[in-house]
């Protein structure tokens, strides 16, 4: 069983359009993050959720909108997409907040915006 | 700022070597963590060491910490072709922070 999933893997679409990004971890684990992963592999955390609610917020644009149905799912919806956003998008869970535990990654999902 | 820089940027051995990287940040931490990420995949975490331990092992794997000089440092000994992967350091000190990685590359 995998433990942290994430769908699609490869996501390619046009400038202006709207994509979804799923992930669900089945790990138990009560925090979940959304990184950000460029082209010189630079890691940046986008959103962290705790038990569902959202812990933290870097100044991401308000286009990302993250969505935690529940603690095992963490869901990443993007508006208007642009070119800058294309990278590798990495969700990611760990047992306690903040990086006190390791965390546990999906295998990423990589956007290309045309 | 927090974020750990990985020292070098990349390294290529021959199979059996012995691998080093460096991880050096300037503020105060709570843990240091490691991570290895294979071409197309997620990371993978490998060691925590936290801010009052000096030194872990984990298999082929020995983390050392150095709160004084504010560094980590990964040894992989008896190097395989498998461990070719890029290698992150990542500090937590109000939050998790990754650096840039080093890109290892093993011969065989």
């Known amino acids: 069983d995998t433990a942290v999933s994430q769908t699609p893997k490869y996501l390619v679409t046009q400038m202006g359009n709207d994509k979804s990004i799923k992930c669900e971890q089945n790990?138990?684990?009560?925090?979940m993050y959304w990184y950000k992963q460029d082209s010189k592999k630079f890691l940046k955390i986008m959103f962290s959720y705790n038990n569902k609610e959202l812990i933290i917020n870097e100044t991401v644009p308000n286009r990302f909108s993250p969505k935690s149905p529940d603690k095992a799912h963490l869901n990443l919806h993007i508006n208007s997409l642009e070119l800058g956003d294309s990278a590798v998008y990495f969700c990611?869970?760990?047992?306690?907040?903040?990086?006190?535990?390791?965390?546990?990654f999906g295998n990423g999902t990589r956007l290309t915006v045309t | 700022s927090q974020q750990g820089e990985e020292d070098p940027q990349a390294l290529s051995i021959q199979e059996g070597e012995n691998a080093t990287m460096n991880c050096s940040y300037k503020t105060s931490i709570n843990n240091l963590q490691w991570y290895r990420q294979n071409s197309g995949r997620g990371l993978v975490h490998l060691i925590l060491i936290r801010s009052n331990e000096r030194e872990k092992h984990s298999g082929r794997l020995r983390v050392t910490l150095d709160t004084s000089k504010k560094s980590s440092s990964l040894l992989i000994t008896a190097s395989r072709a498998a461990d070719t992967a890029s290698y992150f350091c990542a500090t937590h000190g109000n939050k998790l922070v990754f650096g840039a990685g080093t890109i290892l590359r093993v011969k065989s």
């Open positions: 790990l138990g684990h009560d925090t």
């Open positions: 990611a869970s760990s047992q306690e907040e903040g990086g006190n535990s390791p965390l546990h």
